[in-house]
């Protein structure tokens, strides 16, 4: 069966408790399921979609073909292809009550749409589905380095104590190390939101390290090494935006599974 992994992958988001039984099922047993009806109705509706038909016409053409095999039934009120679906859910497969969760029809007809459509991706830029690329985790350990060096900085200027910069300043390097934090954590995740966060917030940690830097170094009592330390980050956030600017090259040119 030629979309049968799809109809496994669907099989899944119904019962991710079953992955071992639903991998063992042979093409016969997956075309028994309710997924592989829903495979077939967004197939047909892609097919016909190509012929130029609105989508109206494309759910009665499906449902008259339908018909001339099983009788005639009352359409729902909102044709829509997940309505549509949902209608023949619960006509074919009447006992499956999972398969009738408005949600799990939603996600199934919605990564079908995707795979049939040709628009699905496996992979996201920080992430495949075998977990976190090795770069997005390279850029996570900075961000939790940083949160915990920032930190420290922070309950040291609030104790009143020696901090390593200005009060004010471990603040706003705080502020910027939790959206840093934050961002590389749905980027190695693979959420969209991700990279929103993430660039510029290592933009922002470039700038505030570059001018921790200046200040140091217009400090005649602080040794030059002082003045080098802050730039070590600013040169490993830089490195992170090159990698990060490559990685959307490359996933831009990667044509959709």
Request: charged fraction near 20%; avoid cysteine.
């Amino acid at each position: 069966m030629k979309f049968a992994s799809l109809i496994r992958d669907l099989a899944l988001i119904r019962s991710p408790d079953r992955q071992a039984e639903i991998a063992r099922l042979s093409n016969g047993q997956l075309a028994r399921l309710p997924e592989a009806t829903l495979v077939t109705v967004v197939r047909g509706w892609f097919e016909l979609k190509a012929d130029g038909h609105s989508d109206a016409d494309i759910l009665r053409e499906i449902e008259g073909r339908r018909e001339k095999a099983f009788g005639e039934e009352p359409l729902p009120g909102d044709l829509t292809l997940e309505s549509y679906a949902r209608y023949r859910l619960r006509l074919e497969h009447p006992q499956e009550e999972k398969a009738h969760d408005a949600i799990f029809v939603m996600q199934a007809v919605h990564r079908a749409s995707q795979v049939i459509g040709g628009t699905y991706r496996d992979e996201t830029e920080g992430a495949t589905a075998r977990g976190p690329r090795s770069g997005a985790m390279l850029i996570l350990g900075f961000a939790l380095a940083l949160a915990i060096i920032q930190g420290m900085a922070l309950f040291a200027a609030l104790r009143g104590g020696r901090p390593p910069w200005p009060g004010w300043l471990a603040v706003l390097l705080m502020a910027q190390s939790v959206v840093l934090l934050a961002g590389a954590i749905g980027y190695a995740g693979g959420a969209f939101w991700g990279r929103t966060l993430l660039v510029p917030s290592l933009f922002g940690q470039i700038l505030l390290y570059v001018a921790l830097a200046a200040t140091i170094a217009m400090d005649e009592t602080a040794p030059l090494s002082a003045s080098v330390i802050p730039l070590l980050p600013a040169a490993f956030a830089a490195a992170a935006v090159g990698y990060l600017r490559r990685r959307q090259r490359e996933f831009g040119k990667q044509s959709p599974a």
